[in-house]
């Protein structure tokens, strides 16, 4: 398997861990998928991979509907992803991953975050290049499904990694091979049960508890902004330090 499986095996039990956060994030997803293609999903690609992500998150049916109805009113502000790159404590590079509707609030609390952690904010690309942007899948198992066969041709289409989890098959590609991938899947009667994009720190750095304490102090920190929805950083993690 490659770093993209290893990186995704260490992080997916904390991704849905907040489930108030991640059904926020959702909604803000959809507000603005249904601002860019309207609410359809049967004509708007976008929201057709939101919804199936707020099912694989067990968001309930109603509160889907109504964020939907929500974003179709014109009076409902849109929201903005805005990344933010920077250095933690013990040279640790930080990208943080946000959806706002007030850009300056958000910039404000990301650089007080960052310096009251002894960290600083970065400026565009300061960092970002020490990441891989990847996109995954995860698809149902189709009956009697031959993965070589199916890892061939998804190949075609840009997937650089292919293997079974428990509860389906993952697809790991480039972030900008997402659209065509989305539409194969789609076209070929695979069920996707959720898509999302990633970011995989190229190198990682190990620290000791104390400094690992620090930047976990940080994360925190951005884990309890309603703006934030992911953050990626270098420090190697104790679920890689177990595999390694």
């Given at each position: 398997?490659?770093?993209?499986?290893e990186?995704?095996?260490?992080?997916?039990?904390?991704?849905?861990?907040?489930?108030?956060k991640?059904?926020?994030?959702?909604?803000?997803?959809?507000?603005?998928?249904?601002?860019?293609?309207?609410?359809?999903?049967?004509?708007?690609?976008?929201?057709?991979?939101v919804?199936?992500n707020?099912?694989?998150?067990?968001?309930?049916?109603?509160?889907?509907?109504?964020?939907?109805?929500?974003?179709?009113?014109?009076?409902?502000?849109?929201?903005?992803e805005?990344?933010?790159?920077?250095?933690?404590?013990?040279?640790?590079?930080?990208?943080?991953?946000?959806?706002?509707?007030n850009?300056?609030?958000?910039?404000?609390?990301?650089?007080?975050?960052?310096?009251?952690?002894?960290?600083?904010?970065?400026?565009?690309?300061?960092?970002?290049?020490?990441f891989?942007?990847?996109?995954?899948?995860?698809?149902?198992?189709?009956?009697?499904v031959?993965?070589?066969e199916?890892?061939?041709?998804?190949?075609?289409?840009?997937?650089?990694?292919?293997?079974?989890?428990?509860?389906?098959?993952v697809?790991?590609?480039?972030?900008?091979?997402?659209?065509?991938?989305?539409?194969?899947?789609?076209?070929?009667?695979y069920?996707?049960?959720?898509?999302?994009?990633?970011?995989i720190?190229?190198?990682?750095?190990?620290?000791?508890?104390?400094?690992?304490?620090?930047?976990e102090?940080?994360?925190?920190?951005?884990?309890e902004?309603?703006?934030?929805?992911?953050?990626?950083?270098?420090?190697?993690?104790?679920?890689?330090?177990?595999?390694a």
């Amino acid at each position: 398997m490659g770093r993209a499986f290893e990186f995704r095996k260490g992080r997916k039990m904390k991704r849905w861990a907040a489930m108030s956060k991640a059904f926020t994030r959702i909604g803000k997803d959809i507000v603005m998928a249904v601002k860019a293609g309207g609410p359809d999903p049967s004509s708007n690609s976008q929201l057709r991979a939101v919804i199936q992500n707020a099912k694989a998150a067990n968001m309930p049916k109603d509160n889907v509907e109504r964020a939907i109805k929500k974003a179709s009113d014109k009076n409902t502000e849109n929201y903005k992803e805005v990344l933010f790159e920077g250095y933690g404590p013990h040279g640790i590079a930080i990208i943080v991953e946000t959806s706002t509707n007030n850009n300056n609030r958000t910039v404000a609390n990301v650089r007080s975050y960052f310096n009251k952690c002894n960290g600083q904010l970065g400026t565009q690309g300061s960092v970002e290049f020490m990441f891989d942007h990847i996109c995954n899948f995860k698809i149902a198992t189709p009956e009697g499904v031959d993965m070589e066969e199916l890892e061939f041709e998804m190949i075609d289409y840009g997937v650089e990694e292919i293997f079974e989890d428990e509860d389906g098959i993952v697809l790991i590609a480039p972030f900008e091979n997402y659209g065509t991938i989305f539409k194969s899947l789609e076209e070929g009667g695979y069920e996707i049960i959720s898509s999302e994009f990633e970011r995989i720190p190229q190198t990682t750095k190990e620290l000791t508890a104390e400094q690992k304490a620090d930047i976990e102090k940080l994360l925190e920190k951005f884990d309890e902004d309603e703006d934030v929805n992911h953050v990626y950083h270098t420090m190697q993690e104790d679920e890689e330090e177990e595999e390694a």
